[in-house]
């Protein structure tokens, strides 16, 4: 089982409130990730990280900003939520080189913005 | 920008019946994975694919690159309540050492009882 945990499951917030989605790995994983994930949609690569101090932006432009100071951690801020936020952010990691890259990823946390 | 893109997008199949799920990329990819998502979870790793051609099976399902390494499939074999969820593949230009994986919209596969 993947040792990677997203905090908070479930997030119902006001517009304008500032948000913190927080992702955990144990694994030691040098590359990580956030996906964000319509019910039923594809995955959209927002933003990722090759290691501490090293965050680029993915696919999807997002208003969203990240930061690795750990090794472990990989948090998704949003300033200013608005309902357009309102998704499921799934965090991952994977070993950089690894024999198979696999993408673990974490439970993931649903925002609800209203 | 590269593009995957996956068929069908729905699929119900009777309990015991064969499920197959296509997937095509723009351009030549270096590699392909495959991960599954249940209904209400987080997406989880099957298998990666690398060489042109390469076939690999776990249990009832098979995998399959295409020689051009634009294409892939998933095969299963006579299919169970517990094979329900959408299965998605991933592909890369490049190797896992600088490139990320872009997924394709996914096939959500309905077994019926």
């Known amino acids: 089982e993947a040792d990677i945990y997203q905090t908070p499951r479930y997030l119902v917030i006001g517009t304008g409130k500032k948000i913190t989605l927080e992702c955990s790995q144990t694994?030691?994983?040098?590359?990580m990730y956030w996906y964000q994930q319509d019910p039923g949609m594809e995955l959209h690569l927002i933003h990722y990280?090759?290691?501490?101090?090293?965050?680029e932006k993915g696919d999807l432009s997002s208003e969203s900003t990240v930061s690795r100071i750990r090794t472990e951690h990989f948090p998704l801020t949003l300033e200013s939520a608005r309902p357009s936020h309102t998704s499921q952010y799934l965090c991952?990691?994977?070993?950089?080189?690894?024999?198979?890259?696999?993408?673990?990823f974490g439970e993931g946390s649903r925002l609800t913005v209203l | 920008g590269q593009q995957v893109m996956q068929i069908p997008q729905y699929q119900h199949v009777q309990e015991g019946e064969d499920f197959t799920t296509y997937c095509n990329s723009s351009?030549?990819?270096?590699?392909i994975q495959w991960y599954k998502q249940r209904p209400g979870g987080h997406p989880v790793f099957l298998i990666q694919?690398?060489?042109?051609?390469e076939v690999k099976k776990q249990k009832r399902l098979t995998f399959q690159f295409g020689e051009a390494k634009k294409n892939s499939s998933l095969h299963i074999t006579a299919t169970q309540t517990t094979d329900v969820g959408t299965y998605f593949c991933?592909?890369?230009?490049?190797?896992?050492?600088?490139?990320?994986?872009?997924f394709g919209p996914g096939t959500r596969l309905s077994v019926l009882p």
């Open positions: 991952a990691s994977s070993e950089f080189g690894g024999p198979t890259g696999e993408l673990f």
């Open positions: 694994m030691g994983h040098d590359k």
């Open positions: 990280s090759y290691g501490v101090n090293s965050t």
């Open positions: 351009t030549t990819l270096s590699n």
């Open positions: 694919l690398v060489k042109s051609g």
């Open positions: 991933a592909g890369s230009l490049r190797d896992n050492y600088g490139q990320n994986f872009v």
